[in-house]
């Protein structure tokens, strides 16, 4: 089982990133996948969640109209469109697969993490 994070980098204030995080060795339409952040000396929390099956998702209110959580089950990825951002949403951003469905229940993976610095 993998996920790797990938798109992180350097962005000024105001600009854009995407964020991948590539599957594999796991039926990745079966699972939950969300996005999650952590600082330097905070907590890890939730960004961004995306149901297996595409629909509702869910959004922290520190990044509500900025960023955009996507899949592409044909392509066992899972996106994160950043906007706008700012230098408080530096942090190292973590993708996470989280079995939901009966069949897959418990099963919990995570990537390693990639950076994404804001800063002038």
């Known amino acids: 089982v993998q996920l790797v994070e990938s798109g992180g980098g350097l962005v000024q204030p105001g600009g854009s990133l995407r964020l991948s995080c590539a599957a594999s060795?796991?039926?990745?339409?079966?699972?939950?996948m969300s996005w999650y952040r952590q600082a330097p000396g905070k907590e890890r929390e939730l960004v961004a969640t995306?149901?297996?099956?595409?629909?509702?998702?869910d959004y922290a209110d520190s990044i509500k109209g900025r960023f955009t959580i996507s899949r592409d089950n044909a392509k066992n990825t899972v996106y994160l469109q950043m906007n706008s951002l700012k230098p408080e949403d530096t942090a190292v951003y973590y993708c996470r697969a989280r079995g939901v469905l009966v069949i897959v229940y418990g099963r919990d993976y995570w990537g390693q993490g990639t950076q994404v610095t804001v800063s002038s």
């Open positions: 060795g796991f039926t990745f339409s079966l699972y939950d």
């Open positions: 995306i149901p297996s099956t595409g629909g509702r998702t």
